[in-house]
């Protein structure tokens, strides 16, 4: 498949030039997921900590009741940052928390727009199949001429450095 320019690049009709995008290259993704993962683990990783600080494990069967359900409450509340950080905010921004710490942009190949939560929610599933074969499809930014995995190629999406 050949490279395409996006429409919203280049030269404009009345003359004015229009950057062209900057794709963001493998190291800034990468990033950007190691900050999403720790942003979106924090409240189940603090779960456990206070689990293991305040002894509510039980030698024989593991957690106590107590330290079940604080367990479970990190888990939902890590749960819902990740919802808000990585459908709600980045499908109306095209940034999460990672990609605005690093500077970059999650958008549409066609109009360089954010795709919106219903799009980056399929566009997460889609990740699946970057990990099917063996998980290749996270490297292809790495050699892709617009620097996009599986998944991004499926939904039409870029990442671009802002």
Not at 11 to 29: E, I
Not at 101 to 128: C, D, N, Y
């Amino acid at each position: 498949m050949a490279y395409q320019q996006p429409p919203w690049s280049g030269t404009m009709s009345a003359g004015a030039q229009v950057a062209q995008p900057v794709y963001a290259n493998w190291l800034y993704r990468l990033g950007s997921y190691i900050i999403d993962s720790i942003v979106t683990g924090a409240a189940t990783w603090l779960a456990l900590i206070l689990v293991g600080v305040f002894g509510l494990t039980d030698p024989n069967t593991g957690l106590s009741p107590a330290g079940t359900v604080l367990y479970l409450i990190g888990g939902l509340v890590s749960l819902v940052i990740g919802i808000w950080n990585l459908f709600i905010r980045q499908g109306r921004t095209g940034q999460s928390l990672g990609k605005q710490a690093l500077s970059t942009r999650l958008v549409s190949a066609q109009t360089g727009e954010p795709i919106g939560a219903g799009m980056a929610f399929v566009r997460q599933l889609a990740h699946i199949l970057d990990a099917l074969p063996c998980y290749i499809g996270f490297l292809w930014p790495i050699w892709d001429a617009r620097r996009q995995t599986f998944a991004d190629k499926i939904v039409n999406t870029v990442v671009v450095r802002t």
